[in-house]
């Protein structure tokens, strides 16, 4: 059974960090690219983040300079770092795991920065 199981979203201020974290089971988690997406109301959902089981990562502009995408193998646990968050941030995230066509999703976490 797969899982991916995200947590660390919650209400913060505009300015503030907050660290999502996606704990994955029943996967090999080293082979799997990982990766954080967000839908805020009204939007298609967007890639925000992504780090390859390499370790090489990718970003939306939107977030580059203020969100650091890192894993850790051991916990088969991928992070989000988010920094100097905006309003314009608020959305749910979700964590994906993917290896080629196969892709594996979490429930997702609210993240809401408002003031």
């Known amino acids: 059974q797969v899982q991916l199981v995200e947590s660390g979203g919650g209400l913060v201020q505009p300015g503030g960090s907050l660290r999502l974290s996606c704990a994955a089971s029943?996967?090999?988690?080293?082979?799997?690219?990982m990766g954080w997406y967000r839908q805020a109301p009204g939007k298609q959902r967007e890639m925000v983040a992504s780090?390859?089981?390499?370790?090489?990562?990718n970003y939306a502009d939107s977030v580059k300079g203020r969100f650091t995408i890192s894993r850790d193998n051991a916990k088969n646990t991928v992070y989000l770092q988010m920094n100097s968050l905006k309003p314009e941030d608020t959305a749910v995230y979700y964590c994906?795991?993917?290896?080629?066509?196969?892709?594996?999703w979490g429930q997702g976490t609210q993240v809401t920065v408002s003031s």
């Open positions: 780090i390859a089981s390499g370790g090489s990562t």
């Open positions: 994906s795991a993917a290896y080629f066509s196969l892709a594996y």
């Open positions: 029943g996967i090999t988690f080293s082979l799997y690219g």
